[in-house]
């Protein structure tokens, strides 16, 4: 599977969540496929969309949150792994697209393809850690853990390829992506 | 010396109501005070940019929140706040303790300690010092700061000024 067909599974699965998707390729894949209120696109801080989802998933525990990071965000924030895993927010499914490279600045090779990330997920406290490679594994693991406590782990292996350059940015300004995402929170609150 | 538990109150009045950061021993009472308060929460983080990105996650679910950190770890959170919060204009009251003030202390923060207000001044970032007698005045402005420009404000922690 490729980043596009994981990122497209995983939109598909995609209810009310509020999702926080990391920087670079991730961001314009999820707001190319379906741009939604409830996604919050990152387009630096990288390494931090953990970090920003465990902080969102900790103050809204009424609401399901979903990281949509990369290995070379994750890589760079590998503590985190132990804060979530050490805080154990019910709400929170962190989903890892590894592609093994630095996809939006030419493909470079992140340490990825070394290191068991899922073990590290594992070791750090997840309940719930998957690693997937095929389509179908993507949407079996969404279906399982969307509904379940978490927090969950879900690594999906995805092939590298050369089509982060022929994605458009987002083209929502930094402000009115938080606004939007607030006001789709905010909004959820009254029903 | 200002108490480290009606230093706390203060906050809380102010309404901050989220917490999170990596200790300094300048402020180690104010963090077990938060540690034991019921009405709000501190996230011990890994590392000072995570609380960052910790604050900015309970400012978009409806918080107030304050991080605290050492000087040392301002560094560690610059392309945070330059690529996060001041562009987004997602906002927390930064707790900064000031190690290195006016020099006198250990290699580590001689360099941080003459450059840290410079270097929030370099990115437009808002700042204040603490003393034992501004501390509601402070606290008060910070809030305002983020209220309506929705930007983080520093206030920077001497020693000698919490107990």
Not at chain 1, 106 to 128: C, F, M, W
Not at chain 1, 154 to 171: C, F, H, P, Q
């Amino acid at each position: 599977m490729n980043m596009t067909q994981a990122v497209q599974i995983i939109t598909e699965h995609l209810v009310d969540e509020l999702v926080i998707a990391a920087n670079g390729r991730i961001s314009r894949e999820a707001f190319s496929l379906k741009d939604r209120a409830g996604n919050f696109y990152m387009i630096g801080s990288m390494g931090l969309a953990s970090a920003i989802a465990l902080g969102l998933a900790l103050n809204r525990p009424e609401r399901r949150v979903v990281i949509l990071d990369g290995d070379g965000n994750l890589l760079m924030s590998l503590g985190i792994l132990a804060q979530i895993g050490t805080l154990l927010p019910k709400n929170l499914i962190h989903i890892v697209l590894d592609n093994e490279v630095y996809g939006s600045t030419g493909n470079q090779p992140t340490i990825s393809s070394h290191v068991r990330l899922e073990d590290v997920a594992k070791s750090s406290g997840y309940p719930d850690v998957v690693k997937v490679t095929e389509q179908e594994d993507l949407k079996a693991a969404l279906k399982k853990y969307i509904n379940t406590s978490g927090p969950s782990f879900i690594l999906a292996k995805v092939k590298a390829d050369n089509m982060a350059e022929s994605l458009g940015r987002v083209t929502h300004s930094p402000v009115e992506i938080k606004e939007r995402f607030m006001g789709s929170i905010m909004g959820e609150k009254q029903f | 010396m200002l108490r480290s538990d009606e230093f706390v109150m203060v906050l809380k009045n102010a309404g901050y109501d989220f917490f999170a950061g990596v200790p300094c021993s300048l402020i180690s009472e104010v963090i077990l005070t938060l540690e034991k308060d019921r009405d709000v929460s501190y996230v011990p983080a890994v590392r000072e940019d995570v609380a960052v990105g910790l604050a900015a996650g309970a400012y978009l679910g409806g918080k107030t929140p304050c991080v605290l950190m050492q000087n040392s770890g301002l560094g560690q959170c610059l392309n945070a706040l330059t690529s996060l919060n001041l562009i987004y204009k997602i906002p927390c009251l930064l707790i900064v303790t000031w190690r290195g003030y006016k020099g006198g202390d250990t290699p580590e923060h001689e360099v941080m300690g003459k450059a840290s207000p410079r270097l929030l001044d370099s990115i437009n970032l808002p700042h204040k010092t603490l003393t034992p007698k501004n501390a509601e005045k402070a606290v008060m402005w910070s809030h305002r700061i983020i209220s309506k420009n929705k930007v983080p404000a520093a206030l920077f922690v001497p020693k000698g000024v919490l107990k």
